[in-house]
């Protein structure tokens, strides 16, 4: 077993692959612990505030107020996505999608200013930017998905007298509907990422979420705390991801078997 | 001798040419298949088109499946009309299926389509034939759960479903093991005893297997100085007395014959 852990393409069972986990992280700690000079918090001192920090209340209200306009950036820019995507195979609309996908170029801090005019207040602001960034990431992704269909789920439905019409119903919104969950999952990632840069972006517009209270750590050099809170961040992307991850499995189990297979 | 004769076309190809770019794939290719009629008989059309590998054989059963255009030529059916995709039911070589539909919504999918069948009926033909095909155990399954034998099954029942008269099979014995392929061949020959305009066409470089289950064989192949594959000759096996026979393989005309079509290649 011990050859496996070390060996390329070396083949270990779940029970071996947490005990290493375990085992590494353990060793990552300990070596935190000795590494740090007195500038960068020993990692006891961060789980103290990170414990002290999960009983706030400020930190509950304002992780609500994030997550909550991820889950809505997030809903709107997946029927945003949808819709682009779907209608990418009809040459009108193909021109349309790769734009948005070559719009991940542009930089959120550049468009601040242009959509602090086109928006009423803070809220709308951040949620404005937020689908903005996240929608070329989502588009390019699920365009990945359908530019790689295999040819053969078209011709099938087509021998079987589909049109044009019912064939992208059935192999592209039907079949491609488990992919659209794991993109979500790939990219809540990218979401959560930006809605810290995007709350920092829009401060004085509303200075609230978990983005506002990492800024502020920062400002005040409280690296303990900053290493709480990133802490908290991690930990709600992982829970968010095995969620989305159990849900896959759980609406479509066709998808469970293809890893498996 | 047989007792039979062969009556209205099914299928026409005249003239078919394809291209890409400058290189010819397919030269001028012309055939029929005939309505074939016994007396006393319930009895389809089973057409081998046989060829080398690479000769160009997907790509004319493509275009027979209406799924490619043709750069030159057509390929009619008994109405006359141009062969469209949905006209041919099709078995894919890999025996394709949508991954994210139970085997019984696989199924489902392609009855819909038939205009024989009321919605109400759908069911109980889908049992109808699970039952006869030996696959009612594995409806609710999906197809990364059925053997690549059970697969061929429920690719061949879904084309019976769709209601075409015609099916293309692609290398259907294409990396068989010898008990498989005999089951195969089996179901192919059920398949062709199920209707009297039931014609199947069977693509393949396997000769034997394709041969002994067919009634007329087209040989794909090149003519020396030509660009692109054509019909180098047609072998009426009906005439031979080489059709709808048990154990042919071990008659020598069949050997034969066989002797002639790998010559030919």
């Not at chain 1, 193909?94 to 803070?122: M, N, S």
């Not at chain 2, 290189?23 to 089973?46: A, H, M, S, T």
């Not at chain 2, 015609?166 to 089996?186: M, Q, Y």
Request: aromatic letters at 10%; a positive charge; one cysteine or more.
């Amino acid at each position: 077993m011990f050859k496996q852990i070390f060996s390329p393409f070396g083949k270990i069972n779940k029970q071996i692959f947490i005990v290493l986990a375990i085992v590494q992280s353990i060793l990552a700690l300990v070596f935190w612990h000795f590494a740090s000079n007195g500038l960068v918090p020993k990692p006891l001192k961060v789980a103290d505030a990170f414990f002290t920090l999960l009983t706030s209340k400020n930190l509950l209200d304002n992780v609500i107020i994030s997550f909550i306009l991820t889950i809505k950036a997030m809903a709107i820019s997946i029927v945003i996505t949808l819709f682009f995507s779907y209608l990418s195979v009809i040459p009108f609309f193909k021109t349309i999608a790769h734009f948005i996908v070559k719009c991940r170029y542009l930089t959120l801090t550049g468009l601040i200013f242009i959509f602090t005019l086109l928006t009423h207040d803070g809220s709308e602001l951040k949620l404005s930017l937020l689908i903005f960034g996240i929608v070329p990431f989502f588009v390019t992704s699920f365009l990945a998905v359908i530019i790689t269909t295999d040819n053969q789920q078209f011709e099938i439905c087509k021998t079987l007298g589909y049109n044009n019409w019912e064939t992208l119903y059935e192999v592209i919104v039907v079949g491609k509907a488990d992919q659209v969950l794991e993109i979500i999952r790939q990219n809540f990632a990218i979401t959560w990422l930006m809605i810290t840069l995007v709350e920092g972006l829009s401060m004085s517009e509303g200075g609230v979420g978990v983005g506002t209270m990492l800024i502020k750590y920062n400002k005040y050099n409280d690296i303990t705390n900053v290493l709480a809170l990133q802490l908290v961040i991690f930990v709600i992307g992982l829970i968010f991801d095995l969620i989305l991850g159990n849900l896959k499995f759980w609406l479509f189990p066709h998808s469970k078997l293809q890893i498996h297979k | 001798m047989n007792n039979y004769s062969k009556q209205d076309i099914l299928i026409k190809a005249e003239g078919v040419s394809l291209s890409y770019g400058d290189k010819l794939i397919l030269r001028d290719i012309n055939f029929e298949i005939r309505d074939i009629l016994r007396p006393g008989v319930v009895q389809g059309q089973v057409v081998s088109l046989i060829g080398r590998s690479g000769i160009g054989k997907t790509q004319l059963f493509k275009i027979l499946a209406g799924l490619n255009s043709p750069s030159g030529g057509k390929v009619t059916l008994h109405d006359g009309k141009p062969v469209k995709a949905g006209d041919m039911g099709v078995v894919f070589q890999n025996y394709y299926l949508f991954e994210w539909r139970t085997i019984y919504q696989s199924l489902e999918l392609a009855a819909k389509k038939n205009p024989k069948f009321k919605r109400q009926d759908i069911k109980k033909e889908i049992n109808k034939y699970a039952e006869q095909f030996q696959l009612t155990e594995h409806l609710s399954k999906y197809p990364q759960q059925l053997s690549g034998g059970q697969k061929q099954r429920v690719s061949i029942i879904q084309q019976l479903l769709n209601g075409s008269s015609f099916i293309l099979f692609d290398e259907p014995f294409s990396g068989l093991d010898v008990v498989v392929l005999e089951k195969i061949a089996n179901l192919i020959l059920q398949v062709s005893l199920s209707d009297e305009l039931k014609t199947l066409i069977i693509v393949s470089h396997d000769i034997e297997t394709a041969v002994s289950l067919s009634d007329t064989v087209f040989v794909l192949g090149t003519e020396s100085n030509k660009a692109g594959a054509t019909i180098k000759t047609e072998i009426d096996l009906c005439s031979r007395g080489l059709a709808w026979k048990e154990d042919i393989k071990y008659m020598p005309a069949f050997k034969e014959t066989i002797a002639e079509i790998k010559a030919v290649l």
